[in-house]
């Protein structure tokens, strides 16, 4: 291992052996990036001296052999799951006695879900409201954890007539993806408000770089997207516009944006290594949550042409401490699959309970 806590690790043998696999024969189209993508990924350097921040199993000093290997199916740009460098690059996938491989996505959550239920990746995070719809219709994959709340938000322009939720009837809103998070998440709130999310408001898909574009000549009178586009969006306004919702609006103060999933044949073959791999992501969120600075400095690495200040400030203006497992994550699956049953994006034979006890495992069981 190197010395140097902060210097990427290059790909090893392995790495470049397992994506040769993965663009192979039967893998989903467009599922990997070459393996020159890969210089930040692979396995992490020692722990730091310093004592851990959070402990939240004894596990990690229970854990003894060789290390249980993890094939992670990772994007790197998506800030809201800074945990998992952070695991990485801060030793807590080491204590834990975890082995963790990148596997980097070229794509969207549909890829990273299909690599984990045909076993080309055994583990994957990001936003829970991506998740639901390929879970209902019976995509095998296990949910462990909750990772944190926020980074989901809603820009106008600031002297225009949108001043909230309600002011978007008859509306027009852009998203970068018609499918995406932002769109599912602001339906709801639409549905909140008493707006029918398919009729009250039309939506625009435009790529995230020309979201700001499109809102500022007003092809669009709202524009919704994901940190860390959101955030810089709202930077690149340069006061023009102004948040006027988030996924810690109302009810979601309290609940999760992303979470961490596994293939289910990993949950019933070896749940300790899945248990030992959620309490490391766990520990490295609370790190997220204490340290925003350290983990903005971690996350870098993967986004070089932001800033580590912006990075830490949006690290901050989310709920990194918030990580629910078991049946508090089973209630936050309950109430977003409801939600999104009204938004008309579940449907509405779908038994919300049933799905959560189907999809979310205990693993302090």
């Not at 052999?65 to 801060?90: E, S």
């Not at 820009?155 to 970068?176: C, H």
């Not at 309290?254 to 309490?279: E, F, I, K």
Request: proline content about 6%; hydrophobic content about 40%; overall charge neutral.
């Amino acid at each position: 291992m190197t010395s140097d806590q902060d210097r990427p690790a290059s790909p090893s043998r392995r790495n470049l052996l397992a994506l040769a696999g993965l663009v192979g024969v039967g893998a989903p189209l467009g599922l990997m990036q070459a393996a020159r993508a890969l210089p930040a990924f692979g396995r992490g350097p020692a722990p730091l001296g310093d004592p851990l921040i959070c402990r939240t199993s004894d596990s990690a000093e229970q854990a003894k052999g060789p290390p249980r290997h993890i094939r992670f199916a990772y994007n790197g740009t998506g800030i809201c799951t800074a945990a998992v460098p952070v695991a990485l690059h801060r030793g807590y996938f080491a204590r834990y006695n975890i082995d963790v491989e990148f596997l980097q996505l070229a794509g969207n959550t549909d890829q990273m879900l299909q690599a984990l239920a045909t076993d080309k990746a055994d583990a994957g995070s990001s936003m829970l409201l991506n998740w639901l719809k390929p879970l209902e219709q019976g995509i095998d994959v296990k949910l462990t954890t909750g990772l944190h709340g926020g980074c989901t938000r809603l820009f106008a322009v600031k002297e225009s007539s949108v001043k909230d939720i309600k002011s978007l009837k008859g509306k027009t809103i852009g998203v970068s993806s018609i499918s995406g998070p932002p769109r599912n998440f602001f339906a709801i709130l639409l549905s909140d408000n008493g707006l029918d999310p398919q009729t009250d408001v039309q939506w625009r898909e435009f790529p995230a770089d020309l979201l700001l574009v499109a809102l500022q000549r007003g092809e669009v009178d709202a524009i919704a997207d994901s940190d860390p586009n959101a955030w810089l969006t709202e930077r690149r306004g340069n006061g023009s516009i102004v948040e006027i919702a988030s996924n810690l609006s109302g009810d979601y103060a309290d609940l999760s944006c992303c979470t961490l999933g596994v293939r289910s044949s990993l949950w019933a073959a070896d749940p300790a290594a899945v248990a030992a791999l959620t309490h490391a992501i766990r520990d490295a969120a609370h790190h997220v949550a204490e340290q925003p600075d350290d983990a903005a400095e971690v996350f870098s690495k993967y986004t070089p042409k932001v800033a580590v200040a912006d990075l830490a400030a949006m690290l901050r203006s989310h709920t990194h401490s918030h990580h629910p497992a078991g049946e508090a994550l089973r209630r936050e699956v309950v109430k977003i699959t409801g939600d999104l049953k009204r938004a008309s994006i579940i449907k509405p034979s779908t038994d919300p309970v049933k799905l959560a006890r189907r999809v979310v495992v205990d693993i302090a069981a």
